[in-house]
């Protein structure tokens, strides 16, 4: 059984930093691109990052690029999103998802498998 696990979310000031990292089990991580999207209250789930396979390619959505980071450690089935200059825009659960495919995954639809989320919270 898939199982993706997200952890690191909580509450943070603006401005601050914090770092999600989701655990993959049940599946080949190294053959699987990773992203990770977010759903604030009341708006639909978005694309934030994805992460090719090999941990050579990534991509970014406008609204967090240069400021989010994506990386990926094949060797303990984990990818992570590092987070810096938090606003209150960036309140959300946070979602790691996976697929076969990189273009997928930016595409953000049809995705194999998901995890159930972790909250961030951004006060001032």
């Known amino acids: 059984q898939v199982q993706l696990v997200e952890s690191g979310g909580g509450l943070v000031q603006t401005g601050g930093s914090l770092r999600l990292s989701c655990a993959a089990s049940?599946?080949?991580?190294?053959?699987?691109?990773m992203g990770w999207f977010r759903q604030a209250p009341g708006k639909e789930r978005e694309f934030v990052a994805a992460?090719?396979?090999?941990?050579?390619?990534?991509y970014y959505a406008d609204s967090v690029q240069g400021r989010f980071t994506i990386s990926r450690d094949n060797a303990k089935n984990t990818v992570y999103l590092q987070m810096n200059s938090l606003t209150f825009k960036d309140t959300a659960v946070y979602y790691c998802?996976?697929?076969?495919?990189?273009?997928?995954?930016?595409?953000?639809?049809?995705?194999?498998?998901w995890g159930t989320g972790t909250l961030v919270t951004v006060h001032s």
């Open positions: 998802a996976a697929d076969m495919f990189f273009s997928t995954v930016v595409r953000g639809t049809g995705m194999d498998y």
């Open positions: 049940g599946l080949t991580f190294s053959r699987y691109a």
């Open positions: 992460i090719e396979r090999s941990s050579g390619r990534t």
